[in-house]
Nanobody, 124 residues
Framework: QVQLVESGGGLVQAGGSLRLSCSASGRTISSYGMGWFRQAPGKEREFVAAIRWNGGRTYYGDSVKGRFTICGDNAKSSVYLQMNSLKPEDTAIYYC?????????????????WGQGTQVTVSS
């Protein structure tokens, strides 16, 4: 089994920044890739960003491209999300996820393990 734990969420004013962290444990082999998703109250879970360990390719959702940056350390089984120029519409619970097979980086069903989530609230 794999366990994921997110941290770094909190309350920030519009235009501010936050850095989220996610650490994985419980499995000795490396994942294929990791990603971040978010879910606001009453809405579907939305793809935010992802990284593929082989080659380091990154992917971003249209709503966050240019403002958010994903990075990580596969050896440490950790991934980070730097969020800049935050907007009130970024308010959501942010989830870290890991996948162990190839597939779509934007589909929630293609991820094998999920963290508990961390709350991000952006005030205006």
């Amino acid at each position: 089994q794999v366990q994921l734990v997110e941290s770094g969420g909190g309350l920030v004013q519009a235009g501010g920044s936050l850095r989220l962290s996610c650490s994985a444990s419980g499995r000795t082999i490396s994942s294929y890739g990791m990603g971040w998703f978010r879910q606001a109250p009453g809405k579907e879970r939305e793809f935010v960003a992802a990284i593929r360990w082989n080659g380091g390719r990154t992917y971003y959702g249209d709503s966050v491209k240019g403002r958010f940056t994903i990075c990580g350390d596969n050896a440490k089984s950790s991934v980070y999300l730097q969020m800049n120029s935050l907007k009130p519409e970024d308010t959501a619970i942010y989830y870290c996820a890991a996948r162990f097979y190839s597939g779509s980086y934007v589909r929630t069903d293609d991820y094998d393990y999920w963290g508990q989530g961390t709350q991000v609230t952006v005030s205006s």
